[in-house]
C-alpha cells in the first residue's frame, strides 16, 4: 500500500479488525520509509459497476460519492456515523446485487432518497433539494408538505 504521506511503496499492517458496520476490514498500516500510520479499508466487491450519468457518460460507481451527499445532507443532525455507514452500504449491496454492470445515477438517488426518508427528514429533505435541483421556497414548502403526509419526523 502506498504511503499518503511520502509515497513510499511499501507499509505494515499494525492492526486489523472488522469496520463499525462489518462491511469491511480497517487496517492501521505504518510506513516503512517516512514511519507514518494512516489507516486503509478493504472491501468486498462483487462486480465493477459504471454509472450512467444523465447525460449519458459513463464513470465507474465511487461509494465516497454517496458517503459525501449522505454526511451533508445528515450534518448537525446528531446521526451516529454507524447508522450513515449501515445506510450507505445497504445502498451499495443494493446496487451490487441488481446483477447489472451498468446502474443510473437517477436509481441511485432515488435509492439515497429512500434511505435518508426512512432515517431523518430533515436529511432527506436537504438532499431532496439538491437532488430535485430546487430553484424557490416554493419548492421546500411543496415538497416538505409531502413528508409531512409520509410520516417524516
Not at 426518508?117 to 436529511?123: C, G, T
Amino acid at each position: 500500500m502506498r504511503c499518503p504521506f511520502c509515497a513510499h511503496d511499501d507499509s505494515q499492517v499494525k492492526d486489523s479488525r472488522p469496520s463499525e458496520d462489518n462491511t469491511a476490514i480497517r487496517r492501521r498500516r505504518q510506513c516503512e520509509g517516512c514511519g507514518a500510520r494512516f489507516t486503509t479499508f478493504e472491501r468486498v466487491q462483487l462486480r465493477e459497476i459504471v454509472v450512467v450519468k444523465s447525460d449519458e457518460a459513463r464513470e465507474p460507481f465511487n461509494r465516497a460519492k454517496i458517503e459525501t451527499s449522505v454526511a451533508l445532507a445528515c450534518r448537525k443532525r446528531g446521526i451516529a456515523q454507524e447508522r450513515l455507514d449501515q445506510l450507505v452500504s445497504g445502498i451499495q449491496r443494493q446496487i451490487e446485487t441488481m446483477g447489472e454492470s451498468e446502474v443510473r445515477a437517477q436509481a441511485i438517488g432515488e435509492m439515497v432518497m429512500e434511505g435518508l426518508r426512512q432515517l431523518d427528514s430533515v436529511a432527506y429533505i436537504r438532499f431532496a433539494s439538491v437532488y430535485r435541483d430546487f430553484t424557490e421556497a416554493r419548492d421546500f414548502e411543496e415538497f416538505a408538505s409531502t413528508v409531512r403526509e409520509v410520516g417524516g419526523s
